[in-house]
């Protein structure tokens, strides 16, 4: 079994900042892409950014800039700072990841349960 927890959602001012965190837990023997969406009301699931077991990053052109997303590998852990943030920005963040369990099995994408990020004055 493999989870992925995020914490560090909430409310904040525009032009504040953030830092969402997601750590996967359970049998892990090897983690590739892991990084964020974010879904707002209305909209489709979009990514924000991703960043590959080698370090590699894609951003959003929205977040480019401003977001930085990093991952402490020896800990299963990746995490989203978030500044100069702004109304359009307000969503549910999700943690997402594409992990092997054993190595020998094929990579499968999890998902967090999302935390709410709500930018507003």
């Known amino acids: 079994q493999v989870q992925l927890v995020e914490s560090g959602g909430g409310l904040v001012q525009p032009g504040g900042s953030l830092r969402l965190s997601c750590a996967a837990s359970?049998?892990?023997?090897?983690?590739?892409?892991m990084g964020w969406y974010r879904q707002a009301p209305g909209k489709q699931r979009e990514l924000v950014a991703a960043?590959?077991?080698?370090?590699?990053?894609n951003y959003a052109d929205s977040v480019k800039g401003r977001f930085t997303n990093s991952r402490d590998n020896a800990k299963n852990t990746v995490y989203l700072q978030m500044n100069s943030l702004k109304p359009e920005d307000t969503a549910v963040y999700y943690c997402?990841?594409?992990?092997?369990?054993?190595?020998?099995?094929?990579?499968?994408?999890?998902w967090g349960q999302g935390t709410q990020v709500t930018v507003s004055s």
């Open positions: 359970g049998t892990i023997f090897s983690i590739n892409a």
């Open positions: 997402n990841a594409d992990i092997t369990r054993f190595g020998y099995t094929p990579f499968i994408n999890y």
């Open positions: 960043t590959t077991s080698a370090g590699s990053t």
